[in-house]
């Protein structure tokens, strides 16, 4: 999990904040890194890994996250460009019993082939997360990014825990991040649903970036828009949650759906606040 | 999530659309009562699993509402435990649910203001409570509950008390303030660990000075009779890297040499009264484990 990238960073880190006491390290090795088997813990729970799932972890390490993914059931790999690391990964995946599903690989990062993941986790440093997020976003909807500390830039999580580590001497002042992003779907346009027992045709005006969505939504025979209160996009999961004149009367409306090529099919829960009933949608992209 | 439990929810959802919307928590303090809005489901499942609930607890909720949280900390991780309410019809709705869901063997529910509740049985402790009635409640979550008690709450803090744990997850059927968006935080119930503490690393004696703010310690290592004379081969002071405590469980790196060893040391160890009694790890790639023992004055 701790990269050569990584391991360079602390060295750094700790040359520059604690120039003044530079004896501590004069070993010339990395610092004393505790062991941060909480935030794995954190890693492995906030994707929710499972045995259906294919983990890759990029960068990783003494491989704690590969052999914990198995652990859960998880086939996993891990990749390094350090040999000796992953030598030492698959000593400790065969001592934990894991060979068969934990397999680590040495190679450049950026020349791993991800499209078989469930799940991307890492643990760099901002810039190669960054340099990584284009081939990330190629993902299939749906896959799982774990990311510790280290964010995306402008493309924000779908979930974050943030953990006290007090004795971790590099990272967040005594804190770890653990960012997951689920890849969105692509749910740009303009949607046509036709709800006959409830307003009959619907429009949905999608805008997107990232996972964020924001939408317009009308009705027929009401001429203007409704009050869409909140959104979301989780991988190919869709939710909207309307409210407004509909047949002329005051309702709430729970769209949610799946999200696959140019259909949206799923269930709204309608409620007037005393009664409530589901209704199947479909809706289909206007190109 | 059941069907019956996403309709409760999105009726509760709007009503508090209707009514919930204009309960700002000021007006809602005014009267001395905390609104009824469920944690949806997807949150409680993130409260439970950040306490890391399981079989051998009992969690009691403050303000249970419809439930949820106990019945589903019965119902998937095998947890015991009571929820209190001030509404008599909701207390009748969770002990129906638990009886539905099958686990009030497990749970059960009364009604009580959760101020007069006794909360030493806990081990969890859960709720969803505004602001100031989480911060009255906080001197009592503090002298009932036991060190290492796990507090999870939805979105309203106990103030200058971080939380151990936070997340964030977005929640787009959350209807009330912050709309959308839900927060749960973890506290851990601190021990104490404040004074003056001394360990013996075989004939090097070494003071630990510990000043703590709920879970927040700080901590200064002093060597009782150490030389300070430049070049005498006794190297720089000892020095604290960072310090925390979990419950009993307190931590601490220090830099220096003890007990003949060079480098960083990672001191663990429980707090039991005035002892304690832990490990130290020294070293980078493969750390050399020893015992730790401390004493307080």
């Known amino acids: 999990m701790i990269s050569r990238a990584l391991a360079s960073a602390l060295l750094l880190l700790a040359g520059l904040s604690c120039h003044a006491q530079s004896w501590a390290w004069d070993d010339g090795t990395v610092p004393f890194v505790v062991s941060p088997e909480e935030v794995v813990d954190r890693m492995l729970r906030i994707a929710d890994i499972g045995p259906a799932d294919r983990v890759i972890d990029l960068g ?29 990964a698959r000593g400790r995946a065969a001592a934990a019993g894991m060979t068969e599903r934990a397999t680590f690989r040495s190679e450049d990062l950026f020349d791993t082939d991800l499209s078989g993941a469930t799940v991307v986790t890492m643990y760099l440093l901002p810039e190669v997360n ?54 969105p779907s692509d749910a740009r346009g303009r949607w046509v649903a036709d709800i006959p027992q409830h307003g009959g045709r619907w429009e949905f005006e999608i805008a997107q970036q990232y996972q964020a969505v ?74 | ?20 919307l204009v309960s700002l928590p000021g007006q809602a303090q005014d009267d001395n009562f905390t609104p009824f809005v469920i944690s949806g489901d997807e949150v409680v499942l993130r409260m439970l699993r950040m306490a890391e609930v399981g079989p051998g607890d009992f969690l009691i909720d403050l303000g249970s509402g419809d439930g949820r949280i106990p019945i589903i900390a019965a119902r998937r991780f095998g947890a015991r435990g009571f929820g209190v309410d001030l509404d008599p019809p909701l207390v009748d709705l969770a002990r129906r649910n638990a009886i539905r ?118 901590a200064r290592v002093t060597e009782q009779g150490a030389k300070t004379v430049v070049g005498d081969g006794s190297g720089p002071p000892l020095q604290v890297r960072a310090a925390g405590l979990r419950g009993e469980q307190v931590s601490i790196v220090v830099a220096g040499r003890l007990a003949g060893r060079d480098g960083v040391h990672h001191l663990t160890g429980r707090i039991q009264g005035n002892h304690i009694e832990g490990e130290i790890l020294t070293g980078t790639r493969a750390p050399e484990r020893s015992a730790w023992k401390a004493v307080r004055q």
Request: aromatic share 8%; charged share 25%.
């Open chain 2, 1 to 20: 999530m059941t069907a019956a439990m996403i309709n409760s929810f999105f009726r509760r959802a709007a009503c508090a659309l209707v009514i919930g």
């Open chain 1, 214 to 287: 924001s939408v317009r939504s009308t009705v027929a025979g009401n001429e203007r828009d409704l009050t869409v209160r909140a959104t979301r996009l989780r991988g190919q999961e869709i939710k909207m949650l309307v409210t407004g004149l509909v047949g002329g009367k005051a309702w709430n409306q729970f769209f949610k759906g799946t999200v696959s090529g140019d259909r949206m099919t799923g269930e709204v829960l309608v409620s007037d606040g005393d009664q409530q009933r589901t209704i199947p949608w479909t809706a289909t992209r206007k190109r």
């Open chain 1, 130 to 183: 960054l340099k990584l997020r284009p081939k990330l976003l190629r993902l299939a909807p749906g896959t799982r990014v774990v990311s510790h500390d280290w964010n995306m830039g402008d493309w924000e999580p779908d979930e974050t825990i943030e953990l006290r580590t007090p004795e971790k001497p590099v990272g967040l002042g005594g804190k770890s991040r653990v960012h997951l992003w689920i890849i």
């Open chain 2, 101 to 218: 869901d099958g686990v009030a063997d497990k749970v059960s529910f009364e009604v009580k203001d959760l101020f007069e509740t006794d909360l030493t049985r806990a081990s969890v402790v859960a709720f969803y409570l505004l602001p100031d009635v989480a911060m009255q409640l906080r001197p009592k979550l503090l002298k009932e509950l036991r060190p290492g008690t796990r507090i999870v709450a939805h979105d309203y803090n106990l103030g200058d008390w971080e939380a151990d744990e936070w997340t964030s997850i977005r929640v787009p059927d959350k209807p009330v303030a912050p709309v959308g968006i839900s927060q749960v935080f973890l506290w851990i119930v601190p021990g104490d660990a404040r004074g003056r503490w001394t360990s013996d690393f075989g004939g090097q004696r070494v003071v630990f000075d510990i000043d703590q703010k709920f879970q927040l310690l700080k």
């Open chain 1, 60 to 88: 990783s390490g003494d491989g704690r996250i590969v052999i914990g993914a198995a652990a859960r059931g998880a086939r996993a790999l891990g990749i390094d460009i350090d040999p000796s690391l992953v030598d030492k």
